[in-house]
């Protein structure tokens, strides 16, 4: 009866038990939201309902203040060019790469940038419960090899880049 208890008890045990606790999320350590605006082309990107269906996705962000920039979303869905327009702010400007992003109001997002190219060349740009993920960088197309590190440094986030798209 005690093997049976014991086999019982290894065999649930990670059922029953919290799973073991995920670092948070890490930001760069500095953004310049003047060298940060212009035109972004999305690489890659978490599944979501909101861009459902789109492809040849940009984003293009226009600084309005010193905290705040005009953010305008396209893709293709179909064969029309469909448009969003939103608005990201920085929470905190003591955390410049911590922003908040709304295309409609009263909903808004956490817009973190978790790795940054040293010449904005790319971005990534991730929540901080880890369901959205974007990668956007200045050109369509991103070397393999600058691909492959950024696909590193997500998953050392916790991020799994296998759901990319």
């Not at 019982?8 to 310049?32: D, G, Y």
């Amino acid at each position: 009866m005690k093997t049976i208890i014991a086999t019982l008890l290894l065999l649930l045990t990670p059922h029953f038990c919290p799973a073991q606790a995920v670092s948070p999320v890490r930001t760069v350590s500095s953004v310049e939201l003047t060298r940060y605006t212009g035109l972004w082309h999305e690489i890659a990107r978490y599944p979501n309902f909101f861009q459902e269906g789109c492809r040849d996705s940009t984003a293009t962000y226009t600084l309005t203040s010193d905290n705040e920039m005009e953010v305008v979303n396209r893709c293709i869905k179909g064969t029309k060019q469909s448009e969003v327009k939103g608005r990201a702010w920085l929470v905190d400007p003591a955390e410049p790469a911590r922003l908040k992003v709304t295309f409609f109001w009263p909903f808004r997002s956490d817009y973190w940038i978790i790795d940054l190219g040293e010449n904005y060349e790319y971005a990534v740009v991730g929540t901080p419960d880890r369901k959205y993920l974007w990668i956007l960088a200045r050109q369509p197309k991103l070397s393999p090899e600058l691909y492959a590190g950024i696909l590193r440094r997500v998953e050392q986030q916790g991020f799994d880049p296998a759901r990319l798209r």
